[in-house]
Structure formats: structure tokens, C-alpha cells
RNA sequence: GCACCUGUAGCUCAACUGGAUAGAGCAUCAGCCUUCGGAGCUGAGGGUUGGGGGUUCGACUCCCUCCAGGUGCACCA
């Protein structure tokens, strides 16, 4: 329809010899429907070129105009120089046919025209159960992902993660001193070790596994094998509660294997040879100075270690080797400042920064009867992903991780995700579904629809009323909701979206008896319903929610 | 001190990326069940969009400045 307008538009603006090429022809969906379903502001942009009054060049404009009524009811020039268009109700009635038939495929689009695209979310390391945080950022980037495929992207999932270093190590000799001390309780604890209870549970697993063996072994072999078997339990817990919430990565990727493979020297070498890697005082520098940023930055430490900062620029770096046309990284916002370091590395390696795209999220805080939950991840008193899903569930757990923009804080009401009301937009939301479930399911008792084949021959124009049309027109806007999403990786327009889609159904379902003698009338509106439902059920999809029949 | 995020109704948050009279939910108050799911619907009140400047036909949105909260600023990840 847009593409309609504008070519009329156009040639309006040709006959009438305005300048078409610096100005962009643009339309917009109003807010307020009294403003039309949908606007230009040409006139005005034209307006200020040419210094006339934008309400007087709206008037040649529409003068011009040759439009066929059959799908737009009225065109006028309204406010400072708007010029609005009214859609017929047909033109919308007569779309939901063809949004029934695409069915679970509705809401499809290409505009990402299979481009092969890498969306990286969690990544944490294995030293810890998951925290309310790594969930946010697991329905974040999965949804992000959901939504990338919907758009016809070529999506691949991935977890990166480091199995050595630092963290690696005290979670190695804090296993171990608490296997020791399952046998002798004064045994020391390391000063930094993590506190957490579930390092215990590991070591009692460990201890069954392996009895008192290792005790006899030297240290740094006992340490290993700790390593290796609480790195097990963690990332194996850690899967489990991912794929609690529905969340499957297709690639684990391990830093390591960029060391084992050389990609770690090779970045250092190709950085040295275009002199943006330099040393002092033992450790290698990055010339991040030069690269447009405030400070260089160490890469290689003086023992000999490298900085996060290496294995992510060479990460990165295999990213574009493997092709991907689309890099989207989804971060905690305590991650901010690596990112333009990483950026700009990406950059002194010959690739373009611009197709990588970070979405960085902001905290979550949890909230019980009005209180703010203390979290400590020293004291590890934390909440876990676990405990949180034990508690609400997975369906309001990932809703609301998703109805907030990632930029803001989230604060998170246990208590309103548990509760079963109208209060929950999750519970609002699914029993919209469920009520349109219900729905079909009377009117099949009373043999006056059968979804499989009663579509055919269906009359659409019966659908007058204000509610039926606005339910309509909401529905058909799914897919540009999905576009407009899938641009600006914002998941939590859909479920606005989609709250308003409940609404909207609601509202219709009150104004208007469904199952009704008359036939003709009745089919249309169950095949409104069958819509409805078809949107809820698909966003739900995308949400990694469920859409049930019965609740 | 510097960088990034945030500041919108009593509370939690939107606002189609510069558009028209800033919108929802919760809370408060007032209504709606003989009939398809009341886990629902209708209505009311509630605002100087943190303050102050600027840019322009037009600003919650862009620029400057100040204030408040969060996060980061390591040869930690």
C-alpha cells in the first residue's frame, strides 16, 4: 500500500515539477486514528524549500492526486501541513484470507534475505550457576536470534566461552580445598575462592566419583582433575537451565582453541607488522591511541598472558572469517568498555566494525512484596536462573526479561509474575489464546465451523464494526512489527505488540457475540478469531513462550 | 575526574527513531455477568517528559550545560 501511495505521490510531485531527488518521500502509521492510517509529511519538508505555506503545497499535491477509492476512503491535509490517507475497511477485511492462509509462516518476512548471521548471548564462563542476569541476556539474545529467523536471516547461536586462566584456576583449588575438607574440616580455603554452596555439592559429587584418590596425587594433577570435573558439572548445569527457558546454542565456542590453533599469535604478528603493537616494560601494547581511542591498551601481559582483550579481537576476527555478514553481540552492561577496543581491533584488521552490532542490557533487580532482593555475588547469596524458574516459571521468566527495553534497568516482580490475573500481562496475553481456543472449540461442538474447512467462501466485508476493524488492522501490522524489530534488535516491541493484539481481541470479543445463527456473519468472525489466534500463537513462538489451548 | 546507560502519571514502563492532543498496565475511584472462558470489558482522576538554555514549521527524541541513580574506567574476564 505505501509502495501504492508513493508512486501516486510521486507523480503528483513530477506533474507538479517539485524537486524529488533531496527530498525523501516518507510515510508514517499516525498514533492517533483519527489522523488517517497512514501520512506523509512531504508537503512540509517541500515547503520549507520552496517557502511557501505547507497546507497550500498540500493542496496541489492531493489536487494531483489519482487514486482509486476502492482502497483509500479520504485524503486530507489536516494539522501544520499533514497530508493524511484513509484506508476502506474492505482493503483491510480482504487481507485476512491471505494471513490465514500463510498461517504458522504469518509474520514471515525477508528483508534479511538470508544473510548469514552469528548472534553470540550468555557466554559465561563455567565457574558459577547461571544468575537472573545470564537470563535476561539468554531470552535477550535467543529471542534476538528467534526474531533474526523470522526475518529470513541465516541464524547461528553461539556460547563463547574460557575454559583457562585465573577463574579457571581458583574454581579449581576452591573445589579442591572443599574436597579436602570433606575429609580433614581445617583444611585451608583459598583467600579468593568462590563461596558459593554449590562448589560443595560439586566436591561431594567429586568425592563419590573418585573417593579419597586424590589426595594421594600431586597438587597440580588433583587440581587438574578438579578442573575438569567441576568445569563438567557447571557447564552441564548451566545447559540444563538454558534449555529450561527454551534456549539452545548451535556452537560452543572455546577461547582455547584459539591458542591451540595459532590465531592468538597471528593477530599479535599482523599487529606488530602494521606497527599498531608495541613493547614496555615487559608487556605487549595495542596502539589503541592510534585507532582513534583515548589510550593503548595492554594485549600481552609482562608474564606472558594475554588480556580478554586479545582472544576477543581474534574471536572477532573469525567471526568475518567464517563468514558471517552479520555479527550481533549481546552483552551485560558491565562489559561496556571492552567494546571499542574490540571494535577497533576488528577494524586494524581489515574488517568492517559496522557489521557488528552490540546490544548491550542494562541490570535486573528482583523485587518481593515490595522489597528490593539483595544480591551479593561476593557473599553468593545471589538468586539463580534455577531458583527463579523453580519459583515463576519459564513462560514469565522470559516474558519478562523481554517487555523492557535492553537499555533500561529491569526490575522484576516476583510477585506479579507469579500472580494468576489479569494483573500478569503473561497470563493476559496466553489466556487470550486460550479464550480464542475455547472459542473454536464451542463452535465446532455446535458444527457451526470447521477451521480445516470453512475458510473458503468466507465474506469478509460483514466485518464492520469499529472493534472488528481495529483488531484487523492490528493484526495485519505483524509483520512490519517483526521488520521494525528484527532493525533495531528490540524484542521488546513484540510484546507490546502482542499485549496489544490481547486487547484488542478482548475488546472485540465484548462487543460482538461470535457463535451466532447467522452463518455468513458468525464464519467471519471465527475466521477473525482464527487470525487472532494465529498471531498470538506465532509472537508466543518468537517469544519463547507458550500459547495454550486450556489454562 | 572521564566514558556509557537511565531519569516520562503515586509505582513499573511505552512512545513506530524529529511529527499532530505524550500512551499502557498496576494502584485509586465509579460501573458491566440468564447466553461463546469475568484470568475479561467500560469510564474517571492523575504530567512543566529531572532543571535550564539552544537547533526548527515541529523536540521525550538532536546539541550544550547542570542535577540524580546505575555501570565501567587493571599487565581481572
New binding site residues.
Given amino acids: 500500500m505505501k509502495k501504492y501511495l508513493a508512486e501516486k505521490v510521486g507523480a503528483a510531485l513530477v506533474t507538479l515539477s517539485y524537486d524529488t531527488t533531496t527530498t525523501p518521500l516518507v510515510f508514517?502509521?499516525?498514533?492517533?486514528e483519527?489522523?488517517?492510517d497512514i501520512?506523509t509529511?512531504i508537503a512540509?519538508?517541500l515547503a520549507?524549500a520552496v517557502k511557501k505555506n505547507?497546507r497550500l503545497v498540500g493542496q496541489e499535491i492531493v489536487g494531483r492526486l489519482e487514486i482509486d477509492p476502492k482502497f483509500v476512503s479520504k485524503v486530507e491535509i489536516?494539522?501544520?501541513?499533514?497530508i493524511?490517507f484513509s484506508f476502506t475497511d474492505e482493503f483491510f477485511t480482504s487481507q485476512i484470507g491471505a494471513l490465514l492462509a500463510q498461517s504458522e509462516g504469518f509474520g514471515k518476512i525477508n528483508t534479511g534475505g538470508g544473510k548469514k548471521t552469528q548472534v553470540e548471548y550468555v557466554s559465561a564462563?563455567p565457574t558459577g550457576p547461571l544468575s537472573v542476569g545470564h537470563g535476561r541476556q539468554a531470552a535477550v539474545g535467543d529471542t534476538i536470534a528467534n526474531i533474526l529467523v523470522w526475518a529470513g536471516y541465516d541464524v547461528t547461536r553461539e556460547y563463547y566461552y574460557?575454559n583457562a586462566?585465573?577463574?579457571m584456576r581458583l574454581l579449581a583449588e576452591s573445589t579442591y580445598a572443599r574436597y579436602r575438607q570433606l575429609f580433614d574440616d581445617s583444611y585451608g580455603f583459598p583467600e579468593e575462592g568462590y563461596q558459593g554452596d554449590y562448589i560443595r555439592h560439586i566436591a561431594e559429587d567429586l568425592k563419590k566419583l573418585r573417593s579419597d584418590s586424590l589426595i594421594a596425587l600431586p597438587m597440580e594433577e588433583a587440581l587438574s582433575v578438579s578442573k575438569d570435573f567441576a568445569e563438567q558439572e557447571l557447564f552441564q548445569a548451566i545447559k540444563k537451565v538454558l534449555a529450561r527457558m527454551g534456549v539452545v546454542h548451535d556452537v560452543f565456542f572455546n577461547?582455547d582453541s584459539l591458542y591451540k590453533t595459532g590465531k592468538i599469535e597471528e593477530v599479535i604478528s599482523e599487529f606488530r607488522r602494521k606497527d599498531l603493537a608495541y613493547d614496555?616494560?615487559?608487556?605487549v601494547w595495542l596502539k589503541t591511541t592510534a585507532l582513534g581511542l583515548?589510550q593503548d591498551?595492554?594485549i600481552v601481559?609482562?608474564?606472558g598472558?594475554?588480556?580478554?582483550r586479545l582472544?576477543d579481537i581474534a574471536y572477532h576476527r573469525e567471526k568475518f572469517r567464517r563468514g558471517f555478514e552479520l555479527i550481533v553481540d549481546v552483552f551485560g552492561?558491565?562489559?561496556?568498555?571492552?567494546i571499542p577496543d574490540v571494535l577497533a581491533g576488528v577494524k586494524a584488521l581489515g574488517y568492517d566494525p559496522e557489521k557488528v552490532k552490540v546490544v548491550?542490557h542494562?541490570?535486573v533487580t528482583l523485587k518481593r512484596d515490595g522489597e528490593q532482593v539483595k544480591m551479593s555475588k561476593r557473599l553468593a547469596n545471589f538468586v539463580t536462573l534455577d531458583e527463579l524458574i523453580d519459583e515463576v516459571g519459564s513462560d514469565a521468566v522470559r516474558f519478562f526479561f523481554l517487555?523492557?527495553?535492553t537499555?533500561?534497568?529491569?526490575?522484576f516482580?516476583l510477585n506479579?509474575a507469579k500472580e494468576?490475573?489479569?494483573?500478569n500481562?503473561v497470563?493476559?496475553l496466553q489466556?487470550a489464546h486460550?479464550?480464542i481456543?475455547?472459542?473454536l472449540?464451542?463452535?465446532e461442538e455446535q458444527g457451526t465451523f470447521q477451521a480445516s474447512t470453512s475458510l473458503a467462501g468466507i465474506d469478509y466485508t460483514l466485518l464492520k464494526g469499529p472493534a472488528e476493524i481495529a483488531l484487523t488492522k492490528l493484526l495485519l501490522d505483524f509483520p512490519e512489527t517483526i521488520e521494525?524489530c528484527s532493525q533495531?534488535l528490540?524484542p521488546?516491541?513484540l510484546t507490546?505488540y502482542l499485549?496489544d493484539v490481547?486487547?484488542a481481541f478482548?475488546?472485540f470479543?465484548?462487543?460482538?457475540?461470535?457463535?451466532?445463527p447467522e452463518r455468513e456473519l458468525a464464519n467471519a468472525r471465527l475466521a477473525l478469531c482464527l487470525a487472532a489466534k494465529t498471531v498470538l500463537a506465532n509472537g508466543c513462538k518468537i517469544l519463547g513462550i507458550s500459547a495454550?489451548?486450556?489454562?
Avoid: C, W
Avoid at 614496555?280 to 608487556?283: F, I, K, L, T, W
Avoid at 537499555?407 to 526490575?411: A, G, K, P, Q, V
Fill in positions: 508514517d502509521k499516525p498514533k492517533d483519527a489522523h488517517g501520512t509529511n512540509m519538508l520549507k505547507p489536516a494539522g501544520p501541513g499533514f493524511n564462563n574460557n586462566g585465573r577463574q577461547e614496555q616494560d615487559g608487556a583515548d591498551r595492554v601481559k609482562s608474564t598472558e594475554p588480556t580478554y582472544p552492561a558491565d562489559h561496556i568498555a571492552t548491550i542494562q541490570f517487555m523492557r527495553s537499555s533500561s534497568h529491569l526490575e516482580d506479579l494468576q490475573s489479569e494483573k500481562p497470563y493476559y489466556y486460550a479464550r481456543a475455547s472459542i472449540r464451542f463452535a521494525l533495531h528490540e521488546h516491541r507490546t499485549q490481547a486487547a478482548h475488546k470479543y465484548h462487543e460482538h457475540r461470535i457463535v451466532i495454550p489451548e486450556r489454562m
